[in-house]
């Protein structure tokens, strides 16, 4: 498994605690990477451009988690040459049955288009998921959803939508008693 842009989230620990297997996690701050790798030093941790041809080899990895990467990218200079790379390099290292995971609050409106294109040979599947909320009033007029894309390389049944959806959802909920205030997560 391989988790992009993985940050300083707890995403990808929780992951192999939850036994996803071997999780290889890459962000391109060297400083981050630093600090994870001292937090977690039986975790693999690799500092690494998303946006540019990395050094893993063709079709290494059947999963690759994209939690916020892609609505960073779209942030950044050069977002559309920059997005599509990120892409092809998640098509190019993706076993041939394998699958993309990305988390985005970005709708199907605003993402199918860096993600269909017919080079990467994605079926792809959308859900949403309730963004979670606690206690606070939310203007009626921002999006309460995330949206998770799956694609799927090659003509493998699709992954248990059930397993995928809850990993996305531990993912979105705060993972510290600071980050809610106190407040009991459900």
Known sequence: MLVIGCGN??????????????????????VVIEQ???????????VMD????????????????????MD????????????Y??????????????????????????????IEDEAFGWSIDVHTVSKPRIGLEVDP???KDHYVYICRKGSNP??????ILALTRKAELPNTSEDTGGAEVP
């Open 72 to 83: 960073a990218i779209l942030c950044g200079t050069g977002s559309l040459y920059n997005i």
């Open 36 to 46: 994870m790798r001292s937090k977690y030093p039986n975790a693999e941790y690799e």
């Open 141 to 143: 007029k921002i999006s």
């Open 9 to 30: 989230s707890q995403l990808s620990e929780e992951m192999r605690e939850d036994g996803f297997g071997n999780v290889t996690s890459v962000d391109f701050s060297h």
């Open 158 to 163: 699709p992954l248990e939508p059930d397993g």
């Open 50 to 69: 998303v946006t540019k041809k990395n050094s893993f080899s063709d079709n290494s990895f059947d999963v690759i988690v994209c939690k916020g990467t």
């Open 85 to 114: 790379n990120t892409m092809v390099e998640c098509s190019r290292v993706l076993g041939d049955h394998g699958a993309l995971v990305i988390v985005t609050y970005g709708a199907p409106a605003d993402r199918m288009v860096y």
